[in-house]
């Protein structure tokens, strides 16, 4: 049974920073993609982040280019979401899922989802 689970998330004041975690099990890890999702209710779910397999590649959206960070820790079956100059935009339930052999970013590519973890930033 594949698991994804994240974790990391809480309250944070604007211009604060969290590292967000997620760890996979149940299939070879190095062969996905992973990528970090984020939705707020009544909103369609929005790509943040992805990392290639190897973790030599990412693509950011333009709304985190510059604060947010995406990496990989193959051996540990984990990938993180490193937040820094969060801003209360950024509130949102945030999901990890792994993905195609490409770095992709829509949601529909993706097969594995986590429960979520909600992050929330007070102005």
């Known amino acids: 049974e594949v698991q994804v689970v994240e974790s990391g998330g809480g309250l944070v004041q604007a211009g604060g920073s969290l590292r967000l975690s997620c760890v996979v099990s149940g299939l070879i890890f190095n062969d996905y993609t992973v990528g970090w999702f984020r939705q707020v209710p009544g909103e369609e779910r929005k790509f943040v982040a992805a990392i290639s397999r190897s973790g030599d590649a990412t693509y950011d959206a333009d709304s985190v280019k510059g604060r947010f960070t995406i990496s990989r820790d193959n051996a540990k079956n984990t990938v993180y979401l490193q937040m820094n100059s969060l801003k209360p935009e950024d509130t949102a339930v945030y999901y990890c899922?792994?993905?195609?052999?490409?770095?992709?970013?829509?949601?529909?590519?993706?097969?594995?989802w986590g429960q979520g973890t909600q992050v929330t930033v007070s102005s």
């Open positions: 899922a792994t993905g195609p052999r490409y770095l992709h970013t829509n949601p529909l590519f993706y097969d594995y």
